[in-house]
RNA sequence: GCCCGCGUGGCGGAAUUGGUAGACGCAAGGGACUUAAAAUCCCUCGCCCUUACGGGAGUGCCGGUUCGACUCCGGCCGCGGGCACCA
């Protein structure tokens, strides 16, 4: 008889079946050993795509092997639902942000509730809704209690047109995205998290993230980026005359005269500033009598105290402010500087002075702000020595090569140091802790260690997200919203017809009484960046009462999350952020748990060859352009659908034109080589798209999407299908070689679902499927088809309960224990012995397992192939390894 | 520029971590069944030489260690990713 598998009946009954049971409702009082199984939650952008489908199928067969291997599995749902999409949707078709996006949760759960995965959907939430950022509000102002979150002045871009702040991302050349206005650099007050108290809490804290990738690990480290070197203070020298200041300004015939000159007094604008000097910070403190020159940031107050009195400089301030900070621009932008008359005195040597620059490459919010320049060293200060012709003194060099030139090429190689007094003949490192052990005893400096890593900004100048529960009142300052207050809620009635934040637009919402004073205030109008809502979602997972964020005890009992699986495009920031708030939920005592994640797992992306149809450009008579002799070629990309392969090649349906078959590239919607997973599921099926995603690809890597290859899927189910329904007799003798295969398959796949090589169990399940077919009925072939059955439930769960239940099974399979491989069935009785020739293969035997050395030897050398391949020749040497291989050395 | 990863048939990829390279899938070719098609089943399938039997080289390239190297070491080449004026 042997139907066809009926897809669609099969995931509506087994679904509906699932549900009514109740079966991946995860139980906070279960005494079975509990696994947080996590893949990173969707934004509902309106619907999946094949993304979501590899990465939450993933998920889904760890989460559903769990359970049957008897634990107790968390495995929720829920929508990061807050953030810019939204807003635009608003601004473009006028619809309410909530509503939007609402809308589009609706249609993405039911898009994932159609792939049949084992969710807990009873606690799935959305960060959008005031029962989860109310809670985050609380969270926020207990950090704030700490001492973790400050109020500080930052940069962000500000679009002038639309009124908005801008991330980086937004930026394109300098432009907003949306307007297209030049983006100008503004200093707002904004709200910080002192993820920088943590850093070296969150770089030690790698090392115990063993299952973790090493990728991730390395990324994050650095980007943490621990630097450890001396921080010094150079005082400003003495009145002293240097004429010529200014951009450009030669000065390497004065800075190094033993007797400064003359100056006029110091700027009074310096002595309001009450700076006597400043801190550098270096990693190289073994190279300080190779300075010929110290720097500080545009930014730096002195440069912005400088400027009040001098207006070329404060020309050259507002220039290097002006200048991008785009990859690109950086690399070609020319290291340039502002000579500000003043001198610094070196620290280990009072008679040497040092000019001051202000320079466009020293970073204000990196260690100091400032530096000093050693250009043999250093190739930044190489080149900025060069082009203000500041000395060069070599202080580092291989042993014989102290006159060795500096040329256009700094040296940061290895070597002792030289021209250096008492660090003359000292390695670097030497050499780095003598300065710093001289530094420390003089008193002008300490060992330091500073950090890539700043404070998280989390203020967003936009309505869509957390309202920042603060409220400003003009006497007492900013003043936290009181808890019994909580949850500040975003007001529904605002318009997106003007520029700006709605939030600030709003004529009532902001306006309140002070909580301290009872006098007129306003609302802080910023809200939390989207990060701050995935930092701690995965906690309200495991435990969301209505009054906190989650119970200690109970979030305790499920945390860590096991096995969290996700994109790579997360490994820094997302995962950075929730260690971060996880560790401070720590210190302030609320959940003691350091890791939020012990296993992580990032997918690859799925891909999709790309097309483009070709044309020539046309003038409006229709004629062809031409460039020169060569017509003028216009491509456009094409989709998949719409192409069509014939004999002749592969054309654009509709216009004909001919295809070319581009990369194989993520999915995109600009590259038009996206496939929806709708009416792949409506064809296929859901456990043939899902078993898809296990297939052919480790899982890290780049998966790429083919019609044959979900066609492959397709006919698996139903071969397994035709196994369930035609089990055969099970009358007669048992089929120990179907055994063995049997057996090791399932300890072959469960240990390979272990270690998430999907891929792999994949082809072990093709074995067995095979091994199956071919072997005659006996009651061995039936056992190993309802095993069968269960080792592919995980990845294909509709078909197997399908078939658990056609094949007389009672329950759900996704209730039945896992597997177990039997031992006495994984050790084989014979063996195959490769015999090589000098590391050659040239022939095998087939001999029971065990046989002694010597009589290997002997049926080696009397074998045929190797009588003819010695030729007469005795081997010189003859090495046996046992029930494997023999190799004659000859 | 710095850091990291990867190079295996027409394609995706296996290879017990130093022991028979190419499992498994896809694609392709041939055949069976069928009035026909679909579905299904059987066979072939990395390269070169050979009608065959066989033989040879082979895991990006060059070299090394070893009885034996896709695997370890050194040096190149190519592709991909992350960071980027971080002192």
Not at 525 to 542: G, K, P
Request: charged share 25%; with cysteine; hydrophobic share 45%.
């Amino acid at each position: 008889m042997s139907l066809k598998f009926d897809h669609k009946a099969a995931e509506a009954r087994w679904q509906a079946a699932w549900d009514k049971a109740q079966l991946f409702a995860a139980d906070d009082a279960s005494p079975a050993p509990k696994r947080y199984v996590l893949e990173m939650f969707p934004y509902p952008s309106g619907r999946i795509h094949m993304g979501h489908v590899r990465n939450y199928t993933m998920g889904d067969v760890i989460a559903r092997t769990r359970r049957a291997q008897g634990f107790e599995v968390l495995h929720p749902m829920g929508w990061d639902a807050f953030g810019m999409p939204a807003e635009n949707a608003a601004m473009e078709r006028g619809v309410h942000p909530g509503e939007w996006t609402r809308a589009n949760i609706a249609a993405m759960r039911g898009q994932l509730q159609r792939l049949g995965f084992a969710l807990d959907w009873s606690r799935e939430l959305a960060t959008c809704e005031p029962d989860y950022y109310g809670h985050e509000q609380a969270l926020f102002l207990d950090l704030m209690a700490a001492g973790l979150v400050f109020r500080k002045e930052s940069a962000v871009n500000w679009d002038p047109v639309d009124m908005t702040v801008l991330a980086n991302e937004q930026v394109i050349d300098g432009r907003g995205w949306r307007s297209g206005a030049v983006v100008e650099r503004r200093r707002l007050s904004q709200w910080f998290l002192k993820i920088t108290d943590f850093a070296d809490d969150l770089r030690a804290g790698l090392d115990a993230l063993p299952d973790w990738p090493e990728k991730v690990r390395l990324m994050q480290e650095n980007w943490i980026g621990k630097s450890q070197g001396l921080r010094f203070r150079f005082i400003l020298s003495p009145p002293l005359f240097r004429e010529g200041s200014g951009e450009g300004a030669s000065v390497s015939e004065r800075w190094d005269r033993a007797v400064p000159p003359e100056r006029p007094s110091p700027n009074p604008s310096l002595k309001r500033e009450g700076s006597d000097g400043f801190d550098v910070f270096t990693t190289r403190p073994d190279t300080l009598f190779g300075a010929s020159f110290a720097a500080i940031a545009a930014e730096h107050p002195i440069a912005t105290a400088l400027a009040e009195t001098n207006p070329a400089l404060a020309a050259f301030i507002a220039e290097c402010r002006a200048g991008g900070t785009s990859a690109a621009e950086v690399e070609t932008q020319e290291k340039r500087g502002y000579d500000t008359g003043l001198s610094v005195v070196h620290p280990l040597d009072p008679s040497i002075h040092l000019p001051v620059f202000v320079a466009n490459f020293v970073l204000m919010d990196y260690g100091t702000g400032a530096i000093f320049g050693c250009p043999a060293h250093d190739q930044r200060d190489l080149d900025f020595a060069r082009k203000y012709a500041l000395p060069v003194p070599r202080v580092v060099a291989p042993d014989g090569e102290a006159d060795a030139p500096i040329d256009a090429e700094a040296y940061v190689g290895p070597g002792r140091l030289v021209n250096s007094r008492f660090l003359d003949g000292m390695s670097v490192d030497d050499a780095k802790a003598a300065v710093i052990a001289r530094a420390e005893a003089e008193g002008w400096g300490t060992g330091t260690t500073v950090w890539r890593l700043r404070d998280w900004g989390v203020s967003r100048q936009r309505y869509w997200g957390t309202p920042i529960p603060v409220i400003h009142c003009a006497a007492c300052g900013a003043v936290p919203v009181p808890k019994g207050q909580l949850p500040v809620v975003l007001p529904e009635d605002v318009t997106f017809d003007r520029p700006g934040n709605p939030l600030d637009n709003h004529p009532t919402w902001k306006h309140v009484a002070c909580p301290a004073c009872g006098g007129a205030a306003v609302r802080e109008t910023d809200t939390l960046d989207t990060f701050v809502n995935s930092s701690w979602y995965f906690i309200r997972f495991a435990s969301a009462p209505l009054d906190q964020p989650f119970d200690k005890a109970v979030a305790e009992q499920w945390l860590p999350v096991g096995q969290y699986i996700g994109g790579v495009e997360h490994a820094i920031l997302h995962l950075l952020y929730a260690r971060f708030w996880t560790r401070a939920l720590q210190r302030i005592g609320r959940l003691d748990v350091a890791e939020p994640f012990a296993g992580l797992f990032t997918q690859g992306m799925v891909t999709h060859e790309t097309y483009r149809a070709v044309t020539l450009r046309t003038d409006e008579a229709g004629h062809p352009l031409m460039l020169g002799d060569e017509p003028v070629v216009e491509h456009h990309w094409v989709e998949p659908s719409a192409i069509e392969r014939r004999d002749d090649g592969i054309f654009e349906v509709g216009s004909g034109l001919p295809i070319e078959i581009g990369r194989t590239e993520k999915m995109s919607k600009s590259k038009k080589n996206t496939v929806a997973p709708e009416p792949i599921l409506e064809r296929y099926g859901a456990d043939a798209v899902r078993w898809f995603m296990l297939s052919d690809s480790p899982p890290e890597r780049d998966l790429a999407w083919s019609e044959a290859s979900i066609e492959g899927a397709w006919r698996f189910v139903q071969r397994v299908w035709r196994l369930a329904t035609e089990p055969g007799d099970a009358e007669g003798e048992a089929d120990p070689a179907l055994l063995r295969t049997l057996h090791k398959a399932i300890a072959g796949i469960t240990a390979d679902i272990d270690k998430l090589q999907f891929n792999k169990a994949v082809a072990r399940l093709y074995e067995l499927v095979n091994a199956i077919e071919r072997a005659d009925a006996s009651p061995s072939r039936v056992t190993a088809i309802v095993t069968l059955v269960q080792l592919v439930a995980p990845m294909v769960p509709h078909l197997a309960e399908e078939a658990w239940a056609t094949l007389g099974q009672t329950g759900f399979v996704a209730s039945a224990p896992w597997p177990v491989a039997d031992p006495q069935w994984l050790v084989d009785d014979t063996v195959t012995y490769a015999i090589q020739i000098n590391g050659k293969l040239k022939d095998t035997f087939e001999t029971a397992k065990g046989m002694a050395r010597v009589d290997v030897e002997a049926a080696v050398l009397a074998r045929d192939k190797v009588i003819r391949a010695l030729d007469g020749k005795t081997p010189k040497k003859v090495i046996v390894v046992p029930d494997r291989l023999v190799n004659l050395v000859a």
